[in-house]
């Protein structure tokens, strides 16, 4: 997260962002500069999530059963079920890991796509504007790359099979949900919100601690803030 706050450090706001001065700045510098940040930010992100364990061994995004199947743990595991079950967890968090590295291309391309308004629009936005701005630009291209991939690591596990066969029974009957109908599509979702979490805790640190060690650029736009 070191490197990242440090890329990122321009784009730190407190209750003077709206105070912003970019006329002080060229609009050049100010694009360069926060596409610089955003793409090592991604790049971070997707590195530390798309590693063995980036998932499973963090509790911030580690992907837990489906709602309605904790319901049943406890009497799945009174039924000697557990190992299904544990097993399910480490596939699921497995194919996220696994879906990860698709983000990467879609994140620096929606860098390079960005506008100087867009660019502005963070720099001077909440305190999640970056995060929003990924969410809304790769959140539906990325839910594709990763959905084959997921289908493709659990689809020799039985008990996805047969949560899958339930759920949609349930689903009919409004006892699931929708999001949770499917198993690859809730692990395809919570994929997605696993990298939006570990990029807007990235940005909660670049705001809380915004000098950092900066490059001279992100020097120079940071000091557009008075």
Request: aromatic share 6%; net charge positive.
């Amino acid at each position: 997260m070191r490197h990242f706050v440090t890329a990122l450090s321009f784009i730190a706001f407190s209750s003077h962002a709206v105070a912003l001065d970019l006329s002080s700045i060229s609009n050049a510098d100010a694009s360069q500069g926060l596409k610089q940040a955003l793409t090592q930010g991604a790049e971070r992100a997707v590195s530390q999530l798309g590693q063995a364990g980036g998932f499973l061994n963090n509790p911030q995004v580690k992907i837990p059963l489906p709602e309605s199947m904790q319901k049943a743990e406890k009497a799945m595991r009174m039924f000697g079920m557990g190992k299904q079950a544990d097993e399910l967890v480490v596939k699921m968090n497995q194919a996220a890991e696994a879906a990860v590295p698709e983000a990467k291309a879609l994140l620096v391309n929606s860098v390079k796509q960005m506008s100087v308004q867009d660019a502005k629009d963070i720099l001077t936005g909440g305190q999640d504007s970056a995060t929003q701005y990924f969410r809304k630009t790769t959140s539906g291209p990325m839910a594709d790359k990763f959905l084959p991939i997921v289908k493709k690591a659990t689809q020799d596990v039985d008990l996805a099979k047969q949560y899958n066969r339930f759920a949609e029974m349930g689903s009919k009957y409004g006892l699931v949900g929708k999001d949770q109908a499917n198993l690859e599509q809730y692990v395809t979702q919570k994929t997605l919100d696993g990298v939006y979490l570990m990029m807007a805790e990235e940005e909660k640190a670049i705001r809380q601690d915004p000098m950092g060690q900066a490059s001279s650029l992100l020097k120079k736009v940071f000091g557009a803030v008075k």
